[in-house]
């Protein structure tokens, strides 16, 4: 089974920095894509950025302000959140698409209050 375990978030004041990470755990051997999406009060689950075959994919509401990346190893994903806004908070959940199924981790609340 595989599994994906989530790190980070918490509070942050808007202009701050948090930093998110997932590794995923498991009988893997192939990882087609990994990375973080979001949803926050009121809305839809949203691209926030993902690696996948053809590299990184961000989601317009966060270029320039967040950068993913996995340091060369496969089965992580961390999300570096800066110059948060009021607008970033959200349950951010890991998402990987492992050997051709989805899987998701938990979720971590991230806030952005003064």
């Known amino acids: 089974q595989v599994q994906l375990v989530e790190s980070g978030g918490g509070l942050a004041q808007p202009g701050e920095s948090l930093r998110l990470s997932c590794v995923a755990s498991g009988m893997i051997f192939s990882i087609n894509a990994l990375g973080w999406y979001r949803q926050g009060p009121g809305n839809q689950r949203e691209l926030v950025a993902e690696?996948?075959?053809?590299?990184?994919v961000y989601g317009d509401s966060v270029k320039g302000r967040f950068s993913i990346s996995n340091e060369n190893v496969p089965n992580q994903a961390n999300l570096q959140m800066n110059n948060l806004v009021p607008e970033d908070t959200a349950v951010y959940y890991c998402?990987?698409?492992?050997?051709?199924?989805?899987?998701w981790g938990q979720g971590t609340q991230v806030t952005v209050s003064s």
């Open positions: 998402k990987g698409l492992i050997q051709g199924r989805t899987y």
């Open positions: 690696i996948r075959g053809v590299g990184a």
